[in-house]
């Protein structure tokens, strides 16, 4: 199957708009596939939009203990706040914790004028 025919069976879900994300600001969202669910987060670090789904390697709980609180107070790392395991907000790569040398799972982020689209698995629905 080529990339090509990958992308375009790929549906996508608008999960919010660029305004809504100034630096240090994150959005959680749910992705399905018509069959599961998972939640995922939008962050915008120094200026760049990342996304990920909200589960940490180590054992696959969320990392917001609050609600849609997901970066270190000094704001230059995700943390995992069930067990402290840090990550990278531009690679998801765990740097400290548990699952050094994981990463959490990135989602594709599409930008269309201000609106954010994140890439539904194949089969994906627009709920």
């Given at each position: 199957m080529s990339l090509k025919r990958t992308k375009k069976e790929a549906?996508?879900?608008l999960v919010?708009?660029?305004s809504e994300l100034t630096?240090?600001?994150t959005k959680k969202f749910t992705l399905s596939?018509?069959?599961y669910s998972v939640e995922g987060m939008i962050l915008?670090?120094?200026g760049s939009l990342y996304a990920y789904v909200n589960r940490c390697p180590h054992i696959g709980i969320s990392l917001d203990w609050v609600d849609n609180q997901f970066?270190?107070?000094d704001g230059r790392y995700l943390m995992c706040a069930n067990h402290g395991a840090t990550f990278e907000p531009a690679t998801g790569a765990c740097?400290?914790?548990p699952c050094v040398g994981a990463a959490l799972q990135s989602v594709a982020l599409e930008l269309e004028g201000a609106k954010i689209f994140?890439?539904?698995p194949r089969g994906g629905d627009q709920d």
């Open positions: 549906k996508r879900k919010g708009e660029v630096p240090g600001m596939n018509g069959k915008n670090y120094q970066f270190t107070i740097i400290w914790g994140v890439q539904c």
